[in-house]
């Protein structure tokens, strides 16, 4: 059994909520007494009727306001797999939540209602998506009982798509026709659709690939901690713990330190105390080093013959995510996985805007929500990749040092 | 590539152990809270893998309601000292003594409001700037809301309002003198993530998670345990059953479920087919208002 995290995407009225609903609810992932609190929620309603979107509103404040302010985290599996589904809002205000929640998912569901086709929202979703490069875009067109589950509305929508698809790079799109409120397509194929001869929803998320989502060739390796037990026995042992960022690593293989560049060998590798004879992404490993080197938390260690680039000035795309506007010159920390170091924003080229790609002029100051690309220097030098090559070894934030806060997602071009 | 691929139970192992190795990492005085249930005990589990060959580089802390069951606190003690981890304990008794805060009254007069309090005090005594909880997602709706590393301010409130946005896996765990974080490095796992998890490692757990024979009372549909702690009323059937437990807590609101399950692979074959969530079914202090644990959160619970 594996483990498959997606985002849904969508406003309130595109039924996502109803649609994360239905998911937990025809798998047999609601439990009775969450299914009594919902009676209890709903039995206002006049049709009497249960509220499948109440089951994804979390906090009081929300359900007072009727809206999402967080992205949240579901669960559910199937004998085949387990599955995260991270809710976040779709409104333009709440794009740091979707990049929130994108940031970790292997697939993105985006929701179109029918009546409505591609609209803004739509393409601020697809454009977040290719951002990110979410690997699998599944594109859900729902409320078809709306539009009396019509083949041309439900293949008009796909061409319009298609061509946002085709000007955003995305890769693998698949579309299913569906209505969450009625259950169509979701769990089991419904007869509303004779038309529809592809799998229902639950069994696309079940089946799609995700294998190749890993990366196993760069080997790329971060040190979180030094483990020093320091006792009689462990006297001198020191190894390296950290996560297997991409790639596998093998016991002799020949390294390199970085950004310090000094050459050694692997001559021990753990997993939770046991010796093994490799490690690979995404395990949580420790790697013993045939020399005493002196390396620290945050020091790289990659392969001889596969190195990646080094470098204190660096081309990104920051998505901006405090109330605080960024302005060209401020000065950061910028976290990159375990390593900390000092930076300063130094070009802001343009402003890209969410909903329709097109580059402005960023000379206003840059707020909360927009996207930028831009030039950071940074005090020392950062091992990295571009974010298109490895995502999590080009990937960083950024923390405004005076209120601690995580004000900016950073992509390495 | 075949062959280089986690399953689910792997990759939760891996995240877990990830956000172990932070918390080390970025904070000075860290803290595991311990509850003696099998949520923390899995997280010990998670912690010795975290930072083996070494032992768990920082205490385990029991916030002791005082309403314990006795077979806890026993796998408790022996736990610490198996594997030479550092065991505070606070008590929630002192803080009443100390404060000269109310008892809760009523039938089942429930600890769990007051352990906010020694919790508290604990981490001044300590001056710990991170408490690493067991709490999980999948338990209940604030829960589902809240970040990994969650950060707290000297009342130890919750804001969800001010959460930092937690990216891919970096986490950020700087804060201003005074506040604290907490960090749930299981936040990701279900209930059955957790018993899958336990019987794939091996873990052992208190006896109470498996059948036994207990003095109940059944109280609108929930077997409790007798105890000292329990107010009897003339009405209450004092009945032998064979039961065993979800989830360890307070005794005096942690309700048993019948069962005739005596090993992991009954119990797990229990779970899997009953249909009751594990909050729901064991927690009675839960149902008082729906938004119970959002309240709770926001004034410092963990």
Redesign the interface.
Known sequence: ???LRFITAGSVDDGKSTLIGRLLYDSKNI????M??LE??TKNNADGSVDLALLT?????EREQGIT???????F?TPK??F?IADAPGHVQYT??M??GA??ANLIIILIDARQGVVEQTRRHSIIASLLKIPHVVVAINKMDMVDYSIDVYNNIVIDFAEVARQLGLQEVKYIPISALKGDNIVERSLAFSWYEGEPLLKMLEEIEI?ED?N?TDARFQV??V???Q?DE?HD?R?Y???IISG?YKKGDKVRVLPAGIETSVTKL????NEVDEV?A???A?IQLADDIDIS?GDSIVKSDNLPTISNEIEVILCW?DETPLLQGNKY?L????RLVRTVVKNIEYKLDVNSLQQRSAEDGVKLNEVVKATLKTASPLVYDTYEKI??NG???L?NETS???VA?VLFK | MKGYRLDYLEQLEAESIHIFREVKSQFERPALLFSGGKDSITMVHLARKAFAPGKIPFPLVHVDTGHNFPEALAFRDKLADDIKATLVVRKVEDTIQLKKLMEPKGKFPSRNWLQTYTLIDTIEEFKFDCCIGGARRDEEKARAKERIFSVRDEFGQWNPKLQRPELWNIYNGRIHKGENVRVFPISNWTELDIWNYIRKEKIALPSIYFSHDRNVIEHEGQLVAMSEHVQISENDIIQSKKVRYRTVGDMTCTAAVESSASNLDEVIDEIISTRISERGETRIDDKVTEAAMEDRKKNGYF
């Open positions: 059994m594996d483990l439990l009775i007494d969450q009594e609190a209890r929620s509103d979390g906090l009081r404040a302010i967080d992205v949240a985290y579901r669960y599996s797999r387990k995260i740091r939540n990049i929130t940031s970790n294998k890993v196993l979180q901690l483990l020093r037990p006792t462990l042992y190894g713990a950290g996560k596998i753990e997993i939770g105390g690979f995404p395990q949580s420790v938390r995510m920390l976290q990159h996985n375990s995502n999590e990937s960083a934030i923390i601690n806060s995580t997602a």
